[in-house]
DNA sequence: CGAAACAATTAGACAAAGTCCAGATATTAG
DNA sequence: CTAATATCTGGACTTTGTCTAATTGTTTCG
């Protein structure tokens, strides 16, 4: 983990390790609350700075993506393969599409921008809400 | 405008007819904050509470649809046909992208949920972006 | 070794978006 | 007119995330 860091030009501190620890051994799309919590749950205290301090810098390296999908809070996804997400919409549940979708008719850019990359969220949401607002 | 909204099932107050007019006379994407000010720019006041209520309203009675790509706050878009957005995620515009955009490789859906909508977000950012955050 | 110099972390104050609530106002029905 | 219902309001509150100033940790190098 160290050394995936360090491949990233990221200094590997204790916290630093500990949370790309916590990334990359959840297969699930987190976010910083749930990081803090997961970090923080053996003895050690990470502060809640230090979390999104060190979440933001992993996104700035390349290391992980923000997946931004729920209104109110970003999703960080360990995998920056290139892939798309089932996003449902009643239990904020965030999955990926394992699929190869294929984008065409996609227009010209309008110039003096460079694309960044192309996120296909599919919104979906169970037969029966109730249900599923129900058993949340 | 008040026949508009009854055809979705909204009762025609004045504050909703307002919003309703703010939101389709712009062609631009808005968010809450900024209804609220065209909204309360003449010398009426619409409270804050309302205008949150009666934008999730109308998205709920499909008059407007949300369209979630900053991770701080949420779009809303006059235009409920099916289309994509550019976004700059420098700038923090979001713009129509024009084109018919074709979707194809898309999986089965997981079982138990339905489609709700699918949306394409082409991130962009300036060629220079030293530039443009100087502008900004 | 030990003292600068620099990097990283921390607690807590702060900011912004959005929700909630209890009371006030409108509106409608009879 | 009155009761019932729908809507609106200010303000307190919550949540996510940022900022800052002080502290701690780590290098560097004489």
Redesign the interface.
């Known amino acids: 983990m160290p050394t995936l860091l360090r491949q990233h030009g990221i200094n590997p501190t204790h916290q630093r390790i500990e949370i790309a620890y916590a990334m990359f051994s959840s297969h699930e799309h987190l976010c910083a609350d749930q990081i803090m919590t997961i970090v923080n749950s053996r003895y050690s205290e990470t502060s809640k700075a230090t979390v999104y301090n060190t979440l933001n810098l992993f996104v700035e390296k390349k290391l992980i993506r923000?997946v931004?999908?729920?209104?109110s809070k970003?999703f960080y996804d360990a995998n920056t393969i290139p892939h798309h997400h089932?996003y449902?919409?009643v239990s904020g549940e965030l999955?990926d599409?394992?699929?190869?979708?294929?984008?065409?008719?996609?227009?010209v850019?309008?110039s003096?921008?460079?694309?960044?990359?192309?996120?296909?969220?599919?919104?979906?949401?169970?037969?029966r809400p109730e249900i599923a607002e129900a058993v949340a």
């Open positions: 923000e931004i999908v729920d209104p970003v089932f449902n919409v999955t599409i394992d699929s190869t979708i294929e984008i065409s008719g996609l227009p850019l309008p003096g921008v460079i694309a960044e990359g192309i996120d296909v969220i599919v919104r979906i949401r169970p037969q």
